[in-house]
């Protein structure tokens, strides 16, 4: 074996020792009656259906806006990059603004830790509340409580959960309290045990009051908390490190961005950010349930957000374009930046909207009313969140103005159960799986690399196309070594991209 040879073979190692010990106990319980050429089959099995049920791409289609942007609303402001946005019950539209605050690649050290204390908290209110139909601003706080405003999320009790990635914190708050109800994490203090979080960005609460945070850009793990704050349940594999995200598989997440929940199927779902894909999974117990993505949408999804209309649809924003992307030759995108809707029976891109004539900027969450009705959209860098209205959907409530309410529950959704052993075991033999066959087709690769037959290809690949495609040609390449370059991209949250 030439040099590439064992490199590979020393990160393969690398991987398969720390998810060992990882899942230490599940490991030992788990996979001993499978023998390794057994799995390795049947790996090899899946990847051919797979190819073989592969459909056409579907960037050739034309996918026609059924939402025009409503330009005057809302009707005045003061604010400065708006990294969230929620429907309130009472008829209104409720953001999260970071009053102007960038976050830049030197806002964190290597280690996760906010370097910029010295700013101070934001003085400016970065919660404000603008009605729906008016565009009148109708209530404002959070004053003094936030270094780098995340998430958003009102629940159907009308308290504000609110993610901040200086403050590695999740807090629950009522409008009319200046201290949280609830916080959760330790203030600038990154980590990955139960009482900590690295920066967490975002929550879904369900009505039982059990609710989910994503954490985050370091942990790549969906947490759910019963209303008391207490752990019940976590999953959630990182395909941030090593080699796992080439050929990340199912709950495999690259920055848990959003959360949405789909009452009526009793699902989560998550804006996979950085794999492209919004995963959905049972919120009973964490169990992956589907995965929703599109060459149309392109590489990254940033916010989602649900409609029971339909069967069922998911409204996401996909991210800008990186200029400073690694790999130089990857190539040029021609997605538009704006908001799309997944059909979830079909998988596929139905409707989409965005400003007239031009890409949004940088796009960051988004919150579609329960009727499909109207879209709300905070983008980083933009002084006001972004409203459209759907020219075909009949409007529920009209006259109320109030289009989500999010207690509306339908199946199962508040029982929580210890399933945590199943979800773990289904990983490690999913990262056996994947470790061994990547193994395999390595050597593979290699000989044929040896003969000068392949160029390995530098292209960056969705974890889906990889789970396809089975390719590893990544991995050998010297300049692409995946330990360091992914984890920049985790912290360029907004890179600049205006004059990209
Ligand atoms: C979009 O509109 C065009 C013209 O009305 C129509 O031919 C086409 O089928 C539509 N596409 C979709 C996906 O509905
Ligand atoms: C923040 O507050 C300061 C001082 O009141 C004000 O000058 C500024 O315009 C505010 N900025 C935003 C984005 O709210
Ligand atoms: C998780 O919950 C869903 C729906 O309640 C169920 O269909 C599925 O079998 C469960 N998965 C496991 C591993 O228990
Ligand atoms: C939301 O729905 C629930 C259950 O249908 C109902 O009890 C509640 O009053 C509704 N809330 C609002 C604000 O409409």
Known sequence: MDKTGWKVLLILLQFIISEQGKHSEAFLEADMEISAPEILRQALKEAQMKKQTNPPPDNQRIINSTYIYDASWPT????????AVSLDQEGNAVIFQRAGRVWSQSTFNIDNEF?????????NATILAFNRRSGALKYSLGKNLFYMPHGLTVDGDSNIWVTDVALHQVMKLRRDQDKPLMVLGKKFKPGNSPDTFCKPTSVAVLPSGDFFVADGYCNARIIKFSPDGKRILTWGENSFTGIAHKIAPPNFLAIPHALTLALDKGLVCVADRENGRVQCFHASNGTFHSQY????????IYGVSYAPIKGGRLYVINGPLLPTWPSQDYAPSNHEVRGYVFDMETNEVVDKFGLPGKNLN?????????DGTEVYVGEIGEPRP??????VLPRLDQDKGVGTNKTRTVGATSESTAETGATALVAVILIVVFAIAAFGATLLILRHRKRGCCRPSRKRKHAWELSREFKLGNLLDNKHDGFEKLGQEASDDEVAVRDA
């Open 115 to 123: 370097t910029q204390k010295h700013l101070g908290v934001i003085q």
């Open 76 to 83: 005045q402001w003061k604010m400065n990059s708006i990294s």
């Open 362 to 370: 940088n796009p960051h969450d988004l919150e579609v009313s329960l």
């Open 293 to 300: 993505h599109s060459t149309v949408v392109g590489d990254r």
């Open 386 to 391: 972004r409203k459209f209205i759907s020219t």
